[in-house]
Structure formats: structure tokens, C-alpha cells
């Protein structure tokens, strides 16, 4: 398995590492660098929620690539979050047969409402945040197929996970 780490301070200095990062994820044949995308949300987030703030956060990118996987955790000392009731809600919405099967762009429309977090399950094959909002483990395949992707609420919910104590719920 091969291993990279980066942290930086403050949302600002995100763009001197990603070149690096960039070469990490060379590996996936993605060209419209969905999981690239995925990655900036989470690092987003993560400087939008810090306690210590945009200029000032510490966030920490650990990518591991295998032959067939990539994961990437994104982690920083955040604001609480509770990613069990927003698992909750996210599963309601895709049992709801007025959400269930709206693509998530058009649940979203013109609003910011969550639109990042869609962005990553999208992106991905599962991901998992602890408990408290303060890590997220993006893993996707690295024969990544944009073909594969899927968009509908029904479809994503089912990817979102929760790990608590290490152990993923």
C-alpha cells in the first residue's frame, strides 16, 4: 500500500499541496476528477466548520492507495456535528417517494443545502465520518468509471456511513 500525508494551515495553503495530491490521484481514470472533487468539499468543510477558523485550522489529508482502492481521510478540529441525525434525515429522504427518486441536483436546486456532502457521495463508492463531524473517509475504486456514477437520492443515501470508536455503524 502506498501512503501520503499532508497538513497545512489554513483553507489558503490547500492550493500549495494539491499539486501533490494531484499526482495521487493520478491513479483513477477519472477525467472529470469527480473524486478530486470530492476531496475540496471535504477540505471546504472542514475549514468552513473549524473552531479555530479558515485562516487558522489545521486539516489533515492521509491518502492510501491499493492496487484496485483509494481512501482518503480528511480530518480537522471542527465545530460538533452530528453525523447520526444527519444520517437520519438523509435516510428519510430517500424513503420518501417524493425524494426517493429526484436526482440530488434538483432536491437542491438553487440552494446550498448540502450540496458538498452530495458532491461526495456521488463521487465515491462509500464514505464514512465519525461520529462528531470531525473526520470523513472518502474510498472509491481506482478503476473509477464515470459511467457508474449515480445521482439519484435513493441511490447515495445507502453510501453514507458513520464510524464511531472505529468501528463503522
Not at 119 to 124: A, H, N, T
Not at 126 to 152: E, W
Amino acid at each position: 500500500m502506498k501512503s501520503s500525508h499532508y497538513l497545512f494551515y489554513g483553507y489558503a495553503n490547500y492550493q500549495k499541496i494539491l499539486p501533490r495530491l494531484q499526482k495521487d490521484l493520478a491513479v483513477l481514470n477519472d477525467p472529470d476528477y469527480h473524486y478530486e472533487i470530492a476531496i475540496n468539499e471535504a477540505v471546504c468543510n472542514a475549514a468552513r466548520y473549524a473552531i479555530a477558523g479558515i485562516n487558522e485550522v489545521e486539516i489533515r489529508i492521509d491518502v492510501y492507495l491499493r492496487e484496485h482502492d483509494i481512501k482518503t481521510v480528511v480530518s480537522a478540529q471542527t465545530k460538533l456535528f452530528n453525523a447520526q441525525r444527519y444520517q437520519d434525515k438523509l435516510k428519510k429522504l430517500a424513503q420518501d417517494p417524493t425524494t426517493r427518486d429526484l436526482e440530488w441536483g434538483d432536491y437542491t436546486a438553487d440552494t446550498e443545502r448540502s450540496r458538498g456532502f452530495w458532491f461526495m457521495l456521488m463521487s465515491c463508492n462509500h464514505l464514512y465520518m465519525d461520529s462528531n463531524g470531525q473526520r470523513i473517509t472518502l474510498c472509491a475504486r481506482t478503476d473509477f468509471n464515470p459511467n457508474q456514477i449515480v445521482t439519484k437520492i435513493h441511490e447515495l443515501v445507502p453510501k453514507f456511513l458513520i464510524e464511531k470508536e472505529g468501528v463503522i455503524l
